[in-house]
């Protein structure tokens, strides 16, 4: 299509809402966020760009994907699994569930082709047997149900996260700084970030979160001075991206992280060369979830597992301590 004269200066997902009127608002954000959408022959991938009378604007839209998300032959590293529920440890670069962008190769893809029709459909077509997740990037373990029970039953424990009950969720947190005290918690509300809808912020009025966090170990820089802890912190409630934003929040963002620590980008100066070498090859935020407890859906026993630092933190945690 050719932008009309009346159209020039308008945002572009409002002159295709308008043109298109047989693709949904959500389904045009998706196609131009994808790259999906061409002005002038080239992708934009910005819903908010302001396009030109005259320009013309191509849109491919690809065949509409199956309503429910197929099964995939993608590894996965089980930990545990009985007919109520699997843990796996999740790898990094692993999407959790379907959505805009990422509708096939995710755990979601693995679960359905591992566990078959068993999953349970209480999460929606969408996250069968997901209860929780965690993001793409960050490692560790999770919980799926196979069944509705099973679903129900740790939906509810994910929702009182230990406070009545035995459930406990750990993760190991390499952060910039040091903190002034061996421990402490975080108790401020998150909800999204009033600018960048695609992050979350610390804001009055957003929902509780409340995040425990202790220094096991902290590392010095060339200068001989604090430049980077390791934290082992514990979710008292399970807010999207919340240990990041909560960490950020203390002055002390994840390593790693660009979309909450990326002011402290100069601070990776005051590295080893080494250590300089591994944080650029990491290439993600340096969070693992190391420990899951929970209570079994079925028998009510206590479940409790610990899963080691992935390859990759462990060569950041190694490389962290030499100075040279």
């Not at 990037?137 to 129900?152: C, P, Y």
Request: glycine share 10%.
């Amino acid at each position: 299509m050719t932008v009309r004269g009346d159209e020039g200066s308008r945002r572009l997902d409002r002159v295709l809402a308008v043109r298109s009127p047989d693709l949904s608002r959500s389904r045009l954000k998706a196609l131009i966020l994808a790259g999906q959408v061409q002005v002038g022959g080239s992708p934009v991938r910005d819903p908010a760009y302001h396009v030109n009378a005259g320009d013309t604007i191509t849109i491919d839209v690809p065949p509409a994907a199956p309503a429910e998300p197929e099964g995939e032959d993608i590894p996965l590293t089980i930990v545990f699994e009985d007919d109520d529920l699997i843990v796996i440890d999740k790898p990094k670069n692993l999407v959790v569930h379907p959505a805009a962008g990422h509708e096939t190769g995710t755990l979601v893809n693995a679960l359905i082709a591992h566990c078959g029709a068993s999953l349970s459909g209480i999460g929606g077509v969408k996250r069968p047997g997901i209860v929780h997740r965690l993001d793409k990037d960050t490692t560790g373990l999770m919980v799926v149900a196979k069944n509705d029970r099973a679903h129900q039953s740790l939906s509810a424990q994910f929702a009182d996260h230990g406070r009545t009950g035995e459930m406990r969720r750990g993760y190991m947190a390499f952060v910039w700084g040091a903190p002034d005290r061996p421990r402490g918690t975080v108790n401020e509300p998150i909800d999204r970030h009033p600018h960048n809808r695609e992050k979350m912020a610390v804001r009055q009025g957003g929902r509780e979160a409340v995040t425990h966090w202790e220094v096991l170990e902290t590392f010095t820089g060339k200068d001989g001075k604090p430049v980077a802890s390791l934290l082992a912190c514990q979710l008292e409630t399970g807010r999207t991206h919340q240990i990041r934003v909560h960490l950020a929040h203390l002055g002390h963002p994840l390593l790693g992280d660009e979309v909450y620590g990326s002011g402290f980008r100069t601070k990776a100066r005051q590295l080893g060369p080494e250590s300089q070498k591994v944080l650029t090859a990491l290439g993600r935020q340096a969070l693992h979830a190391y420990l899951l407890v929970l209570e079994h859906p079925g028998s009510g026993e206590i479940l409790h597992w610990e899963s080691g630092l992935p390859e990759d933190l462990v060569l950041l945690e190694a490389a962290l301590r030499r100075t040279d």
